[in-house]
C-alpha cells in the first residue's frame, strides 16, 4: 500500500453574515502540500507556522512555539496537530494538521473489510 502525507490548514473565523439566516461563521482549508515522507510534511508544516509567527505574538503564559515532529508529542507520540490555544494571540482559530494518505485498490479495501468483519463476528461468538 502507498502512502503519503497531506499537510492541510484549516481556517475558522467570523465574517459578515451573507445572509439574516447565516451566523457569519466561516471557514477555509488550504494544502499545504503533499509529500512522500512525514519528514518532508514535517518541514514544510513547520515552515507554515512560521508564517503565523511572522504576524501573531506567542501567548506570553505559553511562550513556547508547537511544532509538528516524530515525536515530540504526549508520550512521545509524533505531533501531526497544530491548533493556537495557548500557543498564539490569533484572532481566529486554525488547525494545521498532517494527515497520511493510503492508496490502495477499492477491490483489496472491500475484501479486507469484509475480513473483519468476519474475524468480529467470531471474536464475538467466543465471548458469549
Do not use: W
Request: with cysteine; charged share 30%.
Amino acid at each position: 500500500m502507498k502512502t503519503q502525507e497531506l499537510v492541510t490548514i484549516e481556517f475558522r473565523y467570523k465574517d459578515k453574515p451573507k445572509s439574516e439566516v447565516f451566523s457569519g461563521s466561516e471557514s477555509k482549508t488550504i494544502t499545504v502540500g503533499v509529500f512522500d515522507t512525514f519528514d518532508e510534511a514535517i518541514e514544510a508544516g513547520n515552515k507554515a507556522l512560521e508564517v503565523f509567527e511572522k504576524h501573531f505574538k506567542l501567548n506570553v503564559h505559553h511562550n513556547k512555539k508547537n511544532r509538528f515532529g516524530k515525536n515530540n508529542g504526549c508520550f512521545g507520540y509524533s505531533t501531526r496537530l497544530i491548533i493556537p490555544l495557548a500557543y498564539l494571540q490569533c484572532p481566529f482559530d486554525f488547525y494545521a494538521k498532517i494527515t497520511t494518505l493510503k492508496f490502495q485498490d477499492a477491490e483489496q479495501t472491500i475484501l479486507d473489510v469484509l475480513e473483519a468483519e468476519k474475524r468480529y463476528r467470531e471474536y464475538k461468538n467466543k465471548q458469549l
